[in-house]
């Protein structure tokens, strides 16, 4: 479903389209069932002439297995929804797989600042590169961020990713993604912000390691 509408372009976004779409078979066949029986019934026990109406007091067991096993089942359905829903947040937000390098996302009303490693593939010393609304990252290569806010709450979202994570202003939140299609993605704040929220965009540029390596040694000092 949604695969065909934003490409998936991370490790983990299959994962978490999976769980969009067991909810929506799940809820969707529930819907269809529910809308079948009530027609049905609206038909069956539709006004007749000569036909009495019948008293019905809900203990009745013939009828009470009407609610009890429908509500048996949707149970079942939440625990199984439950299941895979723990199971794509553990690895997900939860699990932090080592990092090849690690990048710094600043959100602020209205724009997003990057900083990338250098040459030396270490953050936080002299060759640090620094962008305004432009992120570059490489195809294959395991990322963690670091995140912040300098005023209000702001989310970073890429949903090629299937990526979001809010800003916290006073917080350094780590996260990580990975790659898996060279390309040119958008970058949004799904956090209403201010009046800027609307224009508060970006663009994440995924790139090969031999275009990774030619930006980085372009802008050396930056």
């Known amino acids: 479903m949604i695969e065909r509408l934003v490409l998936p372009a991370s490790t983990f976004a299959g994962d978490i389209d999976f769980l969009f779409w067991f909810i929506h078979m799940m809820v969707g ?12 019934l609206l038909f069956r026990y539709r006004y007749q002439e000569g ?4 008293y019905v007091t809900g203990k009745e067991k013939h009828l009470k297995r009407w609610v009890n096993i429908p509500h048996a089942l949707i149970i079942l359905c939440d625990v199984a929804v439950i299941f895979f829903a723990v199971q794509v947040w553990y690895n997900v937000k939860q699990v932090l797989p080592e990092a090849d ?31 305004v609304d432009e992120l570059h ?6 990322y963690h961020f670091q995140l912040e806010s300098r005023d209000v709450l ?6 090629v990713f ?33 009046i800027g929220h609307g224009i ?16 980085v040694a372009s802008n050396k000092g930056s």
């Open 154 to 159: 702001h989310s970073f979202s890429v949903p």
């Open 162 to 194: 299937r990526l979001k994570q809010d800003a916290v202003p006073g917080r350094v939140i780590t996260g990580w993604f990975e790659p898996t299609k060279a390309g040119v993605y958008d970058i949004q704040c799904a956090e209403m912000c201010g």
């Open 101 to 131: 390098a690690t990048i710094r996302v600043v959100s602020q009303q209205w724009a997003w600042s990057f900083v990338h490693p250098g040459e030396d593939g270490e953050l936080g010393t002299d060759d640090d590169i620094k962008t």
């Open 51 to 54: 036909v009495k109406s019948q």
């Open 200 to 215: 508060m965009g970006a663009r994440i540029h995924v790139e090969t390691a031999e275009q990774h390596a030619a930006w």
């Open 29 to 40: 066949g529930w819907f269809l069932l529910v809308q079948g029986m009530f027609w049905y």
């Open 137 to 142: 990252v490489q195809e294959g290569s395991t």
